[in-house]
Structures are given as C-alpha cells and as structure tokens.
C-alpha cells in the first residue's frame, strides 16, 4: 500500500505515458472541472429560482445536494457500465445525459421537476463521465501517474472560477431559463473528451509467436476489493475524511458575515481558496512524481489530510477578515493536496485490473458521507450559533481520517510480508497430490521439440 503498483493495463499492455495520453489528460481535465464545479456554479441561480417558484433557499439547495449525490452514489453503476461496454459509450451516453438534462430544466414549471431533470440527469450524465475518464487516465500513465493526476485535478477549481461569473452572466442576459440552456449546450464537450478516449490496443503478433494471450474474464463489479486490506483502511479513511472537508468552503463566507464582513469581501474569500487551490494540485502531483516520494504517497496523502485538519483547527480562531484570508491560503493548499492525491493513491493501492470497481465503492461510501458532512455541521451551527465549532467538528474529522490511513497502513500493511522466501516459493503444495502414473503418461506423449525435452510444471515433478 505504501508503494505504487506496476501496471501494464487490462490486457498487459504497457502504460504508453505521454503520446494520446495528453489527449486523455486534456479530456480528464475539462471531466473532472465540469463534474465538480458544476454543482457549485448552479447555485447562482437560486435566487432567481427562489422568486419565480416561490420556495426557500434549503428547497432550492437540494438541486446541488442531489447532483453531489448522483455524481458519488451511482459509483457502482458506472463501474458496471465501465466493465460492460467501455469507457469511451459510456462517457458518450453520459455526456447526451448531462446536456438532456440542463436542457429540459429549461422547460421545468416546477421545483420537482428541476430536482428530476437537473439534479438526476445531469448528475448521473456527470457520474458517468467523470469516474471513466479516471480510469482511461490510469491506463494511460504509469510513471508519471501522479503529475497526471494533479493536472487533471486542477480541472476542478479552474472551471469553479470560470463557470461561476458565466452562470451569472448568462442569468443577467437570458434569465434562468435561458442560462440553463446554454449551460447544456456547454456540457456536450462531455461527448467531445469521450471521443477522444480510444482505448488502448495490443501490439500485433508475428506470425511464428503464437497465439495472442486471451483476456482474463472480468467481474461487472469486483467486491473482492474489499480483501485488499489497503482498500478496506483507504475506504474508511476517506469516508470519514469526507465528512468535515467539505464543510469549511460551505460556511467560510457566512462565517466572514458574522463577523462584520461586508458581503463582496466575505464572497471574495472563495476566490482566494479557488485561486491557491489552481497552483496546489499539480504542484502536489509533481512532487509525488518524483522517485523518492512516489514510494510513501500514501503517508504524503495522509500528511494532506492532517494539514487539512489542523488548518480547520486553527481557522476556528480567526476573530477577523485578516485571519480568514490566511485560513482560506492554507486551506487552499492542504485542500488541492488531497485533491490531487486522492485518487491517485487508490490507483497505486488496487491497480488498473480492479480500480473501475474500485472507484465505484469507494464514490459510494462517499456519497453517504457527502449526504452527512454539511448538514451535520449546519445542525451544530442551529444549536449553538457558533462558527468556530463547526470548524472545530471538521477539523476533528478531517484529523481522525488522517490518523486512520497512517496508522493502518503503518501496522496493518507495512508489516505484511513483500514476497515469500526462496523456499516457501519452490516449496510444492502439500495438498496437491500426484499420480505417478498420470506423470509417466504424460512424458510419454509429450512431443519434443529441438532435441529438447520441454519442461513444463508437470515434469518437474
């Protein structure tokens, strides 16, 4: 777990690490922008929303929640579909979901219809074009895994900047429906990074070296990950990390508010965080790259989470906008960290074989998580009308995440046994038994080629 695995692809074809993979990276990019952005930019037509329905902001946030859950929860579905019929149809038939639901949102009379058109189509459109488009990128890189990683990640906040002023742009000029509209048209450049996803293709075998190695059979989804004691304490860590990281971007600017802050100065504190958050993945990705750190990405991905949480400990004692503006520059970074080594550190610890289903389970863990984190903290703040506990509370969980994943991978896997000893390996099963006439057979009509008896398994014994 605490090293990267040596993967040559579903069929054993070596990870090319540049050529169409920058294609692949480029298409994984503007995925992941558009996958995490996009819930947070629809938020801007909320208010508009709030007027023509005439519903409360909790009954217009549940557009976003919903989105967030379709885009975590239906992990497994997408890694069936994956494992089913390819990347690359299901990124399309994604793509064709995420504009046909932005597109019939715009004919929407009804909150619940926005709930069915923009929060389920669009998110399962979403889902089923992000968790792919990670998994082509994994068969793609190999030794430059990580900085691929960090690049791809940086998706994320870029889009965040770019689609939050357009959305407002678009709601000035055309109104919401309008917006909508054209926010569908936008998101079938899903289809385009799918077309750009071709799958990667076995060399061709000469004539005299036999026959071509047949595909090992593959499970729609592989539960045995969960033997995988590095999955299981990954699975766990993350879950429990997902619980507060989300929870200071949700409240940082309310918490500016409270304290005296003017609106266009507590609303520029995100900016701040996006901004940081654009440098801090691939740098985070280029120095987990490097060959002397690339063997603990795992503790560095812990290390992240750590410095997450002690940044929302300390953040809980800002008493002005000065200090706020430093939380958001360290949160920045620590949060673009974990982003860029999250999936990263999965992919070292499962591999290319099973990392489809692998990122299904552990979206859907997530998402439960996703469904807790922020309205937990929201919940506290309704108690106690105090910020500084919610950052507290987050910081807690965030920490306790980071606990987990070192200490398991420290005393659960670091003392497993890299490979067995010269004996034990050549040493014959004790419950296979050989029947002596079975073996005299068998070197009877064995044929011999050049002069040369062939050794298989079955005459060595």
Request: net charge neutral.
């Given at each position: 777990?605490?090293?990267?695995?040596?993967?040559?692809?579903?069929?054993?074809?070596?990870?090319?690490?540049?050529?169409?993979?920058?294609?692949?990276?480029?298409?994984?990019?503007?995925?992941?922008?558009?996958?995490?952005?996009?819930?947070?930019?629809?938020?801007?037509?909320?208010?508009?929303?709030?007027?023509?329905?005439?519903?409360?902001?909790?009954?217009?946030?549940?557009?976003?929640?919903?989105?967030?859950?379709?885009?975590?929860?239906?992990?497994?579905?997408?890694?069936?579909?994956?494992?089913?019929?390819?990347?690359?149809?299901?990124?399309l038939?994604?793509?064709?979901?995420?504009?046909?639901?932005?597109?019939?949102?715009?004919?929407?009379?009804?909150?619940?219809?926005?709930?069915?058109?923009?929060?389920?189509?669009?998110?399962?459109?979403?889902?089923?074009?992000?968790?792919?488009?990670?998994?082509?990128?994994?068969?793609?890189?190999?030794?430059?895994?990580?900085?691929?990683?960090?690049?791809?990640?940086?998706?994320s906040?870029?889009f965040?900047?770019?689609?939050?002023?357009?959305?407002?742009?678009?709601?000035?000029?055309?109104?919401?429906?309008g917006?909508?509209?054209?926010?569908?048209?936008l998101?079938?450049?899903?289809?385009v990074?799918?077309?750009?996803?071709?799958p990667l293709?076995?060399?061709?075998?000469?004539?005299?070296?036999?026959?071509?190695?047949?595909?090992?059979?593959?499970?729609?989804?592989?539960?045995?990950?969960?033997?995988?004691?590095?999955?299981?304490?990954?699975?766990?860590?993350?879950?429990?990390?997902?619980?507060?990281?989300?929870?200071?971007?949700v409240?940082?600017?309310?918490?500016?508010?409270?304290?005296?802050?003017?609106?266009?100065k507590?609303?520029?504190?995100?900016?701040?965080?996006?901004?940081i958050?654009?440098?801090?993945?691939?740098?985070?990705?280029?120095?987990?790259?490097?060959?002397?750190?690339?063997?603990?990405?795992?503790?560095l991905?812990s290390?992240?989470?750590?410095?997450?949480?002690?940044?929302?400990?300390?953040?809980?004692?800002?008493?002005?906008?000065?200090?706020?503006?430093?939380?958001?520059?360290?949160?920045?970074?620590?949060?673009?960290?974990?982003?860029?080594?999250?999936?990263?550190?999965?992919?070292?610890?499962?591999?290319?074989?099973?990392?489809?289903?692998?990122?299904g389970?552990?979206?859907?863990l997530?998402?439960?998580?996703v469904?807790?984190?922020?309205?937990?903290?929201?919940?506290?703040?309704?108690?106690?009308?105090?910020?500084?506990?919610?950052?507290?509370?987050a910081?807690?969980?965030?920490?306790t995440?980071?606990?987990v994943?070192?200490?398991?991978?420290?005393?659960?896997?670091?003392?497993?046994?890299?490979?067995?000893?010269?004996?034990?390996?050549?040493?014959?099963?004790?419950?296979?038994?050989?029947?002596?006439?079975?073996?005299?057979?068998?070197l009877?009509?064995?044929?011999?080629?050049?002069?040369?008896?062939?050794?298989?398994?079955?005459?060595?014994?």
């Amino acid at each position: 777990m605490g090293g990267a695995v040596i993967d040559e692809g579903p069929t054993g074809i070596k990870a090319p690490d540049g050529g169409w993979g920058w294609a692949i990276l480029w298409g994984c990019f503007v995925i992941t922008g558009f996958s995490y952005a996009f819930p947070k930019a629809v938020s801007v037509f909320f208010k508009e929303l709030m007027r023509e329905f005439g519903i409360g902001y909790s009954d217009t946030a549940w557009i976003s929640s919903i989105l967030l859950a379709m885009l975590y929860g239906t992990g497994p579905l997408c890694s069936v579909c994956v494992n089913r019929f390819g990347c690359r149809p299901v990124m399309l038939a994604g793509g064709l979901l995420a504009s046909l639901g932005m597109v019939s949102a715009s004919f929407c009379g009804s909150i619940i219809q926005l709930y069915l058109t923009t929060g389920v189509l669009t998110g399962l459109g979403l889902a089923l074009n992000f968790q792919p488009s990670l998994i082509m990128l994994n068969r793609y890189f190999n030794k430059r895994r990580p900085m691929a990683n960090g690049l791809a990640a940086a998706g994320s906040p870029v889009f965040l900047c770019a689609l939050s002023p357009l959305g407002q742009v678009l709601q000035d000029h055309y109104g919401w429906r309008g917006g909508f509209l054209i926010l569908g048209g936008l998101l079938l450049n899903c289809c385009v990074c799918a077309a750009l996803m071709r799958p990667l293709e076995a060399p061709r075998q000469s004539l005299g070296s036999g026959p071509a190695p047949q595909r090992p059979p593959r499970r729609l989804l592989d539960l045995s990950v969960f033997r995988d004691r590095g999955f299981v304490i990954y699975a766990l860590a993350s879950s429990i990390m997902v619980l507060g990281l989300f929870v200071p971007p949700v409240f940082v600017v309310n918490y500016a508010k409270d304290l005296g802050v003017p609106d266009t100065k507590a609303a520029f504190l995100l900016t701040i965080l996006g901004f940081i958050d654009i440098f801090a993945r691939p740098t985070a990705g280029f120095i987990t790259g490097l060959k002397k750190v690339r063997p603990y990405s795992v503790y560095l991905f812990s290390f992240a989470m750590f410095f997450n949480g002690f940044t929302d400990l300390t953040g809980s004692t800002a008493s002005d906008y000065g200090g706020l503006v430093v939380f958001c520059i360290f949160f920045g970074i620590s949060y673009g960290m974990v982003g860029a080594l999250q999936f990263e550190v999965l992919m070292a610890i499962v591999g290319t074989q099973k990392f489809s289903s692998a990122i299904g389970l552990v979206l859907l863990l997530e998402a439960i998580a996703v469904l807790i984190g922020p309205p937990s903290g929201g919940k506290l703040l309704d108690a106690t009308h105090v910020y500084q506990y919610v950052f507290i509370l987050a910081g807690a969980e965030v920490l306790t995440s980071s606990l987990v994943l070192v200490l398991g991978n420290f005393f659960c896997i670091r003392k497993r046994p890299e490979m067995a000893t010269e004996e034990e390996r050549h040493k014959p099963p004790e419950d296979v038994k050989v029947d002596s006439r079975e073996v005299e057979q068998f070197l009877k009509t064995e044929p011999e080629k050049n002069g040369e008896v062939v050794h298989t398994p079955e005459t060595s014994v």
